[in-house]
């Protein structure tokens, strides 16, 4: 599983443009983790969405940065650059997108073989038990992004009285739902995979459905929340 990214700044000068491989551009918008550049990503995506560029094919949005792809048989590179480079020079107060005031509530077992991790975690912050538990289930979650598989929220807001950092030999396997703690973020498997995060419980929610309208159960820019459970019936 993808590790975490750093918080680690540079200075690079904001937004960049900076192309990717022969048909694709990375916007960068920023160096760090942060709510104002993560708005920004979103903003710039409903800007180039709105802008109805003939070539486009995906705009992967992720915490600080998007990634463009095109159709090199529609459009150079030159002249998407240039497209990409006016729109990503508005002003940050025009682009700024208004964040999704939808919470999406995950049931949560914690502990036990639902969270088999939850007492290791307990013990690094030198903490009881049912405090971290009230420590992780106390804020509202923002959504970064989705990435590593599908459906798989990446989210910001984890107090560092509770950021742990992961196991030193991932696990083969982890059951859909598992929710995670992996140094200062917290994130849930959508479906069974290997992963080295620190399990400390697990939602019955499904949060990938390849079947519905919208497959994700999350979306970038919403809110999670964690609510203690006894019980997944």
Same mark, same amino acid.
């Given at each position: 599983?993808?590790?975490?990214?750093s918080?680690?700044?540079?200075?690079?000068k904001?937004?960049r443009l900076?192309p990717?491989?022969?048909?694709?551009? &990375?916007?960068?918008?920023?160096?760090?983790?942060?709510?104002? #550049?993560?708005?920004?990503?979103? /903003?710039l995506?409903d800007l180039?969405?709105n802008?109805?560029?003939?070539g486009?094919v995906? !705009?992967?949005?992720?915490?600080?940065?998007l990634?463009?792809t095109?159709?090199l048989?529609?459009?150079?590179f030159g =002249?998407m650059?240039?497209r990409? $480079?006016?729109?990503?020079s508005t002003?940050?107060?025009?682009?700024?997108a208004?964040?999704?005031?939808?919470v999406?509530?995950l049931? &949560?077992?914690?502990?036990?073989?639902?969270g088999?991790d %939850?007492? +290791?975690?307990? =013990?690094?912050? /030198? %903490?009881?038990v049912?405090?971290?538990?009230?420590?992780?289930s106390?804020?509202?979650?923002?959504?970064?992004?989705i990435?590593?598989?599908?459906?798989?929220?990446? %989210?910001?807001? !984890?107090d560092?009285?509770?950021a742990?950092?992961?196991l030193?030999t991932?696990?083969v396997? #982890?059951?859909a739902?598992?929710?995670?703690? +992996?140094? $200062?973020?917290?994130?849930?498997?959508?479906?069974? $995979?290997?992963?080295?995060?620190?399990?400390?419980?697990?939602?019955?929610?499904?949060?990938?459905d390849v079947?519905?309208?919208?497959?994700? %159960?999350i979306?970038?820019?919403?809110?999670?929340?964690?609510?203690?459970?006894?019980?997944?019936?």
């Amino acid at each position: 599983m993808a590790e975490p990214i750093s918080n680690a700044g540079h200075s690079h000068k904001h937004p960049r443009l900076v192309p990717s491989g022969d048909s694709a551009i &990375v916007i960068e918008l920023g160096s760090e983790i942060d709510p104002s #550049v993560n708005d920004r990503v979103y /903003g710039l995506v409903d800007l180039i969405e709105n802008a109805q560029i003939a070539g486009i094919v995906e !705009l992967v949005p992720t915490y600080r940065s998007l990634l463009v792809t095109y159709d090199l048989l529609v459009i150079r590179f030159g =002249e998407m650059f240039d497209r990409l $480079s006016d729109i990503a020079s508005t002003p940050m107060d025009e682009v700024v997108a208004a964040v999704e005031s939808r919470v999406v509530e995950l049931p &949560v077992v914690y502990g036990g073989e639902d969270g088999p991790d %939850l007492q +290791a975690v307990a =013990e690094h912050a /030198g %903490l009881l038990v049912q405090d971290v538990i009230a420590i992780h289930s106390g804020v509202d979650y923002r959504v970064y992004m989705i990435g590593f598989a599908p459906g798989f929220p990446y %989210l910001g807001g !984890l107090d560092e009285r509770i950021a742990t950092p992961r196991l030193k030999t991932p696990r083969v396997s #982890v059951p859909a739902g598992s929710v995670g703690i +992996a140094e $200062s973020q917290t994130g849930v498997y959508p479906n069974a $995979s290997p992963g080295g995060w620190q399990l400390i419980g697990r939602t019955a929610s499904k949060l990938f459905d390849v079947g519905n309208d919208e497959p994700s %159960l999350i979306t970038p820019g919403s809110r999670v929340r964690f609510v203690p459970v006894t019980s997944h019936d």
